[in-house]
């Protein structure tokens, strides 16, 4: 029986747990204690910690005292912090404990997580993606001319559609760079696609060492939170070979090996361009899941080499984020003509990101819209 160890928690914890588990592995798992997951059922160890990735030493002693303590075949990352930490790590853990990690190493991992350096990379490759400018104070009029107005400050490096900020002329850029740069970090101008509300799409996909894609699956987000673009709480999976192979030549230029994920927004006009790449499973995976891809057993049997048959992609599943969607539903002026209709609960192929978490998530989902500090972080655009 393969010992899987994932790091990181949330609702892809609740996924990528039970989706090993149905695959026949011993789940191991390395949480916060206050992280809901570690309800779980389909967890057979828990480790608890209050270290953070992001306070690394810390964290790293937490991880190793736990391969010290049991055996492990492979870990997986399950956040934005636990990714760029194993991969930081990677090749110490590898070599120290002989356990595959399902992270690229760290100089292509940041050219993938690294929002400046992907689009970049884009641009130099003929990828389509949104006309993008590193902010640089020195020449901050030539950018603006470049990308043109409207156009969005973006952190390189953040989650959830923190820190994105619309602009819409050179003053308001001069006004507002520097307090998001304080905040968050190093950012770009991008161009702001107005596509009418219209959906925007996640793809998820593993590329395996020989340049294959081995499954693919497609979410088609029809909402999210924020409204004005955010993460998703209503989605439908589709299949879509333009959008699968838009990402696959991406993850070639990147020579990436694992699991990746894709954010893709479509132009009024029909053109899809690349905004994203989120290097780690996201909490939508359940999407796969309900859609018949099992992409952690996937991860599991690529690295160890294992034999298998890909698994048969079965779309048209819809994927509901609850607690998430009441944070929808406060925020739109269209909560009572939406389609498919909000108050839409039951049906043959709905299912929710949240399941085994259903009350947890919806708490956790009131104190965020009570959140005064949420609110601010995620206004976005």
Known sequence: MNRILIIGGGLQALSVARSLKEGGCHVIALLREDDYSTCSKSINTLFTTLASPLKNNEYLDKLLSVLKETPVDVIIPLSDATAEFLSIHKELIEHKYSVKCAIPSIDIFEKANDKWKLLNLCEQNDLPHP?????????????????????????????????????????????????????????????????????????????????????????KIIRYYPINGGSSSYGVTIECDELVEICKRCLDVLKWEGFADFDVLQTIEGEFKIIEINPRVPASLRAAEVSGVNFPMIIVNELLKITYTPFKYKPHKQLRYLGLDFMWFMASDK???????????????????????????????????????????KKGI
């Open 335 to 377: 909560r009572f003509r939406v389609t498919p209709c909000w108050f839409k609960f039951f049906g043959k192929d709905l299912y929710y990101q949240e399941k085994g978490a259903m009350f947890s998530s919806l708490f956790s989902g009131l104190k965020k819209i009570l959140s005064p500090s949420f609110r601010k972080s």
């Open 131 to 219: 006309r993008t400018r590193k902010i640089n104070t020195n020449t901050l009029e030539e950018i603006a001319k470049y990308v043109e107005f409207p156009a969005l400050i973006k952190p390189n490096i953040s989650v959830g559609a923190r820190g994105i900020t619309m602009v819409r002329s050179l003053d308001e850029l001069k006004q507002k760079y520097t307090s998001i740069i304080n905040q968050y970090g190093e950012s770009t101008l991008q161009e702001f696609i107005d596509n009418g509300g219209a959906p925007y799409y996640n793809v998820m996909l593993y590329r395996n060492a020989f340049g294959e894609i081995v499954n693919s699956v497609v979410l």
